[in-house]
């Protein structure tokens, strides 16, 4: 079999991980792994397609970060789908869902919500603590009675499609938007894999897409700091008057200023949930901004 996959390695001091992060997201946007030295070196593994795009960011990886020791290697795709078989271990959120990949399907708990999810060497397979932490804040808003079936919801940045799916699964119907033309894809085939593809439409996007005056009962978006913090005033202004805003892709040390430009357009201090690192930020029923 041919050399499909590009491994992608280097490593970045404390003071460079947002600007690698951003880079990362702006560049590939599927996902990454990351793992920290006690000296606060992050380092950061991901594949790519074995295309000359792939190249490209590697070269610009090269000249950004010099002392980053970027190492590539060559692999084939048939390695990633066996390791997830091999790995892939089912995650409960939130005590109200259960990320499940098809092979492992037949396993689900009665009590939980399954989202069957096709892991990707591209897109997150729910994993990552940040997708958990949306998923809890989606449960506990259900719990509170701020979601309800039938509502409308909009998923800003879908990836895989796992927010939009969980949110199908408790009765709402909504869309998922995308800057990536190949998460849309994956995304499509999660929706079919879980039935929802009826009520989780997607599409190729960012929220500049979404129409002047559409509001959204929920709006989730698991992103990153700085763009959330860019996309501020574009993002209330999609939220429903008594609608609910889920946001992560936060670092703990990065809340105060997403939480800043949030409070700039008039909202109130988000409740704070945390997983190791990370935050979620939860407004539930806002009033709409002053």
């Given at each position: 079999?041919?050399?499909?996959?590009?491994?992608?390695?280097?490593?970045?001091?404390?003071?460079?991980?947002?600007?690698?992060?951003?880079?990362?997201?702006?560049?590939?946007?599927?996902?990454?792994?990351e793992s920290q030295a006690v000296d606060g070196t992050t380092h950061f593994s991901t594949y790519l397609e074995n295309h000359p795009a792939a190249y490209a960011v590697i070269a610009e990886i090269k000249t950004r970060?010099?002392?980053?020791?970027?190492?590539?290697?060559?692999s084939e795709s048939q390695d990633w789908s066996q390791s997830w078989r091999e790995f892939f271990t089912p995650i409960e959120c939130g005590g109200r869902f259960e990320i499940l990949p098809p092979w492992l399907s037949d396993t689900q708990h009665a009590d939980l919500t399954p989202i069957i999810i096709e892991?990707?060497?591209?897109?997150?397979?729910?994993?990552?603590?940040?997708?958990?932490?949306?998923?809890?804040?989606?449960?506990d808003l259900q719990r509170r009675s701020h979601i309800a079936a039938g509502m409308e919801?909009?998923?800003?940045?879908?990836?895989?499609?796992?927010?939009?799916?969980?949110?199908?699964?408790?009765?709402?119907?909504?869309i998922g938007l995308d800057i990536d033309p190949q998460a849309i894809i994956c995304a499509e085939e999660n929706a079919q894999i879980n039935k929802v593809q009826d009520t989780f439409q997607v599409s190729v996007g960012g929220v500049q897409a979404v129409p002047e005056g559409k509001t959204y009962d929920v709006l989730v978006a698991n992103i990153l700091s700085k763009p959330l913090i860019f996309m501020a005033k574009d993002i209330v202004t999609h939220v429903t008057k008594g609608g609910s805003l889920v946001l992560s892709g936060i670092l703990i040390?990065?809340?105060?200023?997403?939480?800043?430009?949030?409070?700039?357009?008039?909202?109130?201090?988000?409740?704070?949930?945390e997983s190791g690192d990370w935050a979620g930020l939860l407004w539930a029923g806002v009033a709409g901004a002053c």
């Open positions: 079999m041919s050399n499909d996959l590009v491994k992608i390695e280097f490593s970045l001091p404390a003071e460079e991980y947002d600007n690698g992060v951003l880079f990362l997201f702006q560049n590939i946007q599927h996902g990454w792994e970060w010099p002392e980053a020791g970027c190492k590539t290697e060559e892991p990707k060497m591209a897109f997150g397979t729910g994993h990552h603590p940040t997708t958990a932490l949306c998923l809890s804040c989606l449960a919801f909009l998923d800003l940045g879908t990836g895989s499609g796992i927010l939009g799916i969980g949110l199908a699964k408790l009765g709402l119907h909504g040390e990065q809340a105060p200023d997403v939480i800043r430009a949030y409070k700039l357009l008039g909202w109130p201090d988000p409740e704070l949930h």
